[in-house]
């Protein structure tokens, strides 16, 4: 077996595992309440381990069907989350970086939920918390939540969803605050390391002639 033919199969396994690996963790099916245009929802991302990113999601929104709007990703270290209006993380900007503004259409049925929108990635180190927060424009959001009572959350391996709070003033303590409110839609998500290369059989870090030595090693050992 030639160097090349290790570098060629460590660039797949890499490639098939890392750059394609997405996963979708759903939040809230349906809404049941809702803002309006330049309101913000806050949410928690917690790694439950390896360090990710998420790319993609989908939101509920107040959009008539099929029509366009925007959200505008922020992120914190820490918790994003908690009131009152006047005080609590959304209550400023202090600590908050915007991350971009994404282009959102609404799905097929208004004030329903959007299509996958491609955000700007929120970066989610090995476990830790990033609070981050949706400002909606052209259409307000929706989500899941009447009253008062204890935040959502949703999970898997990877990555914990704590969710969550809507200001419609927010990164000021005026306005309305409400809690909790959860995300209606999903997270996509892909771990930031890739897996270890599988060619690098005496785990070096290097792909050398001493691991092909040691594959022929392993090959005449039947191993």
Known sequence: MSKSTF????????????????TTLNANATSNNGGSANWAIFFNLTSNGPALRVTEMTTGSTAAANAAFTVEVFTRAGTGLGGPVSGGPGSSSDGWTSLGTAPATQGAAANGTSLTI??????????????????????????????????????????????????????????????PRGLTGSLTYVLDNPPPCRPDLNNDGELTFDDIQFFVSLYNAND
């Open 7 to 22: 570098l060629a199969l460590c660039g797949v396994a890499a490639v098939g595992s890392s750059a394609f690996a997405q």
């Open 118 to 179: 491609d955000i700007p990635d929120i970066a989610v180190p090995a476990g830790q918390t990033v609070g981050v927060a949706l400002l909606f424009t052209g259409a307000g959001p929706r989500y899941f939540g009447l009253g008062a009572g204890a935040y959502q959350t949703f999970s898997d391996a990877n990555l914990l969803l704590t969710t969550g709070d809507s200001r419609s003033v927010p990164f000021t303590p005026t306005g309305s605050f409400f809690s």
